[in-house]
């Protein structure tokens, strides 16, 4: 497998259903690990594909919608548990601040290591982390609550991660041409008014984004729980974007190569 991959643990939108987890992903650039979004079974999702915990350092959450964050809490308490030691750095919109470290203090208030918290605010794309191989960069979606998509890029390639949105114009010019592009897509055209009342996108608002950005693959997620087939979202992204797939639990895709 390429050494920058994207390994998708849920891809479910806000109801429990019994084909998806909610969402979370694990940007994995040469054995390091970035997690993206860390709804409610995340943590299981992670060990069933055998990612090593001691190399999963940060964690970007996109907004505060519970279906993108129930399941950090969790993730704190398992380290405190295994007594970990190494800074856990999170990132996610500065609202999150007081909450996160409430929950931190009453559940791993054993917790040999340290919570780090890095506030996303404002309308511009910023830079949140860089390790001279890698870069992370949050740009602003269009949400009911303030909400970022996240830009990995590394060795020349890119990973964009889009969800929750309704549909837009691409925010920063640095999407362009990327290898990989995670799009929600919670509703298909027939719900295309609705998606808009929600601030949710279609798959054919996906596929137009992938398309507008020249994005080499598009992977969409998120789908409502109310298609139990999801191929009528896939088959409308497919008129706009063949290069198309839709996102699964446990599917490792890489990025550029
Ligand atoms: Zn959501
Ligand atoms: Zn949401």
Request: glycine residues 6%; charged residues 20%; contains cysteine.
């Amino acid at each position: 497998m390429n050494p920058f991959n994207v390994t998708i643990l849920g891809c479910g939108s806000a109801l429990p259903t019994e084909r998806h987890y909610c969402s979370s992903q694990v940007v994995n650039h040469h054995g390091n690990l970035f997690m993206v979004d860390c709804g409610e079974g995340a943590h299981y999702q992670f060990q069933r594909n055998h990612l090593h915990e001691s190399k999963l350092n940060h964690i970007f959450i996109s907004h505060l919608h519970a279906d993108h964050c129930l399941g950090l809490t969790g993730v704190l308490v398992a380290y405190a548990l295994k007594r970990r030691t190494a800074d856990l750095h999170v990132y996610a919109p500065a609202e999150f601040e007081g909450m996160l470290y409430r929950q931190f203090e009453f559940y791993a208030s054993n917790a040999t290591y340290r919570l780090v918290f890095h506030p996303i605010e404002g309308s511009q794309t910023t830079t949140l982390y860089e390790d001279g191989h890698l870069s992370v960069q949050a740009f602003p979606l269009e949400h009911k609550v303030p909400c970022y998509g996240f830009l990995f890029q590394a060795d020349g390639h890119g990973y964009a991660y889009c969800s929750d949105t309704k549909r837009i114009a691409p925010p920063t010019e640095a999407l362009y041409g990327v290898d990989l592009l995670y799009h929600e897509a919670t509703y298909a055209d027939s719900e295309a008014n609705l998606a808009a009342t929600m601030y949710h996108a279609t798959a054919r608002h996906a596929a137009q984004f992938a398309r507008e950005i020249q994005a080499k693959k598009l992977i969409i997620g998120h789908p409502s729980s109310r298609y139990r087939d999801e191929s009528i979202l896939l088959k409308e992204a497919h008129e706009v974007f063949p290069n198309t797939i839709l996102a699964e639990e446990n599917l490792c895709v890489a990025v550029g190569g």
